[in-house]
């Protein structure tokens, strides 16, 4: 199949995952920055790709990159690509335009450039004047950045965070992707106990237990390149089929949800009924202050609720109190927290975390506060 360029796009902080897991799926000459990892490939990885990638946000096909200083050369460079290829004579196609630090400020002039000088070219190529637009949607994005044009062809559709099986959350949801990382980040292995004790709709236990499982986080949900017909559907038939073949069972299962809210519970149940692991995480109705730990070994991690996004003060500092309470002398535990609180540490008084790592949380900066506990024996 023919050569082309792909980008996996990501939230600030996550970048290295996404490259593990590109790497662990077998591509190389990957080149990472801000928010993005790019890569050879051929169109039979698209589907691969989407089903796989468990931590970024989106697979875009790279159609072009040039200098645009002025709109005549933003109109003249794009109208040069093979968007033939791809954009079939029905298919409907919207461009998203984004600019930054560069001479054409104008995101919405640029991206009716862009469309303008893709509608010429298709014209030309299938020798009509008028589109019907019935057939596969088709989105363009493109990204000026310091005068330079990225034009890409986004394979995903909806963000690869949505793998289908949370049709209900909570108040203020942890994104898959990033429930995924957290995991990813945490020393959990699947053959110890983990633990959320605020675990709301059970994001982070689902997406732990299917990296366990080996379930492809996308098996359950459309792409918008599967529409697409320069993508033939055996080549999507063949890579879900693949996907189904390599889910495992997980012997063992140790992990456990809390949460006082009896309603997200059962939606945490259900969420994981979807996605297929129900058997495999034990939830329960229970605060944390409620909590007891007879284990001297385990990984918990949780988001619990903060100021910006659920509740009021004096609740976050019995929850923090809580959980100093249960895990400051439980040294086997390692203990991975996400908040948007930088006041938490005051209160953990096991020591300083080891580790600190800053993400985003949706537009919201975080803190992954990480507490490494004793390695249990063998």
């Not at 004790?197 to 459309?222: D, F, K």
């Not at 605060?287 to 007879?294: E, T």
């Amino acid at each position: 199949m023919d050569a082309i360029t792909l980008i996996a796009t990501s939230k600030f902080g996550l970048e290295s995952l996404v490259k593990q897991e590109a790497l662990a799926l077998g591509f190389t000459d990957l080149q990472v920055s801000d928010g993005r990892i790019q890569f050879p490939a051929v169109i039979s990885d698209i589907p691969r790709l989407n089903l796989w990638l468990r931590f970024a946000d989106r697979l875009l096909l790279v159609m072009g990159e040039f200098e645009a200083l002025t709109f005549d050369d933003l109109f003249e460079q794009t109208k040069s690509l093979p968007w033939e290829k791809w954009i079939s004579a029905d298919g409907r196609f919207t461009v998203n335009a984004k600019t930054i630090k560069s001479q054409l400020q104008s995101g919405r002039s640029c991206q009716s450039i862009v469309k303008k000088a893709i509608v010429e070219r298709l014209k030309s190529h299938y020798q009509v004047d008028w589109f019907p637009e019935t057939g596969p949607d088709f989105t363009v994005q493109v990204a000026i950045r310091k005068n330079r044009a990225l034009l890409t062809l986004d394979t995903s559709g909806a963000g690869l965070h949505k793998r289908g099986y949370r049709t209900e959350a909570g108040a203020a949801p942890l994104k898959e992707t990033l429930a995924a990382a957290l995991v990813q980040l945490s020393y959990w292995q699947p053959d110890r106990l983990l633990l959320d004790p605020m675990c709301g709709s059970g994001t982070i236990l689902i997406e732990a237990a299917m990296i366990a499982r080996n379930l492809a986080p996308g098996l359950n949900r459309p792409f918008a390149a599967e529409g697409w017909p320069a993508i033939p559907s055996a080549v999507w038939n063949n890579a879900r089929e693949s996907a189904r073949k390599a889910a495992r069972p997980f012997p063992t299962p140790q992990i456990f949800g809390y949460d006082n809210d009896p309603h997200v519970i059962k939606i945490a149940r259900q969420n994981a009924a979807r996605a297929g692991v129900a058997a495999d995480i034990q939830f329960a109705v229970k605060p944390v202050r409620d909590l007891w730990i007879d284990r001297q070994y385990g990984v918990l991690i949780t988001n619990p609720p903060y100021g910006i996004r659920l509740t009021d003060k004096q609740t976050i500092n019995k929850i923090y109190v809580a959980l100093n309470k249960m895990f400051r002398k439980k040294t086997g535990w390692s203990v991975y927290l996400l908040t948007a609180d930088r006041k938490f540490p005051q209160y953990f008084k096991r020591g300083r975390p080891n580790r600190v790592r800053k993400l985003y949380n949706g537009a919201i900066q975080v803190n992954f506060y990480q507490y490494f506990g004793d390695k249990p024996p063998d």
